[in-house]
T-cell receptor, first 114, second 114 residues
Framework: SQTIHQWPATLVQPVGSPLSLECTVEGTSNPNLYWYRQAAGRGLQLLFYSVGIGQISSEVPQNLSASRPQDRQFILSSKKLLLSDSGFYLC?????????????FGPGTRLTVL | DQQVKQNSPSLSVQEGRISILNCDYTNSMFDYFLWYKKYPAEGPTFLISISSIKDKNEDGRFTVFLNKSAKHLSLHIVPSQPGDSAVYFCAASASGGGADGLTFGKGTHLIIQP
């Protein structure tokens, strides 16, 4: 069966510091991968998605970037965090183009920027 | 512009009764709809989905109804149980199996009263 991992689970970082959140998927190959953010009191906002290694699409302009160095690894980064980057970050995967739109989420990372 | 709307931020239902969660959408291109359940500090869990070629899908205690002409879908939970207390997100996709992310509503907090 497929599993999705995210780490760290929680993170407190000062404004201006760098960020690296990691997501890995097991038990599948060539998944679509996604990064979402849930800000306090709001729904889930899609940040990035990827259909393959090195292929990243961004949905909203922001202070963050994403990379996919391996088929089942998705990384969310920032060079300098802002207060507004605080939130709950979720990684998700789906089986791939033409197969299913259902996405499966990881446990999330709670990021607090102080 | 919110393309997926859940107009009830919260809903309180007595244990054993039916819970009905509603969702409206504005994008006519949406052709796949999903419901997710989310506990605090956890990732959303996929519950049930429906394709636009159907108007009803049932899985155990969960049934999703789709009214395409009204651009409305609902999730029925019968009977409601204490473990159903969570935030429920409605989501939609226009990709038809493509790689784009899902568009989420802001969620409805369901509280099951004993």
């Amino acid at each position: 069966s497929q599993t999705i991992h995210q780490w760290p689970a929680t993170l407190v970082q000062p404004v201006g510091s760098p960020l690296s959140l990691e997501c890995t998927v097991e038990g599948t190959s060539n998944p679509n991968l996604y990064w979402y953010r849930q800000a306090a009191g709001r729904g889930l906002q899609l940040l990035f998605y990827s259909v393959g290694i090195g292929q990243i699409s961004s949905e909203v302009p922001q202070n963050l970037s994403a990379s996919r160095p391996q088929d089942r690894q998705f990384i969310l980064s920032s060079k300098k965090l802002l207060l507004s980057d605080s939130g709950f970050y979720l990684c998700a995967w789906s089986p791939g183009v033409g197969r299913s739109d259902t996405q499966y989420f990881g446990p999330g990372t709670r990021l607090t920027v102080l | 512009d919110q393309q997926v709307k859940q107009n009830s931020p919260s809903l309180s239902v007595q244990e054993g009764r039916i819970s009905i969660l509603n969702c409206d959408y504005t994008n006519s291109m949406f052709d796949y709809f999903l419901w997710y359940k989310k506990y605090p500090a956890e990732g959303p869990t996929f519950l049930i989905s429906i394709s636009s070629i159907k108007d009803k899908n049932e899985d155990g205690r969960f049934t999703v109804f789709l009214n395409k002409s009204a651009k409305h879908l609902s999730l029925h939970i019968v009977p409601s149980q204490p473990g159903d207390s969570a935030v429920y997100f409605c989501a939609a996709s226009a990709s038809g199996g493509g790689a784009d992310g899902l568009t989420f509503g802001k969620g409805t907090h369901l509280i099951i009263q004993p």
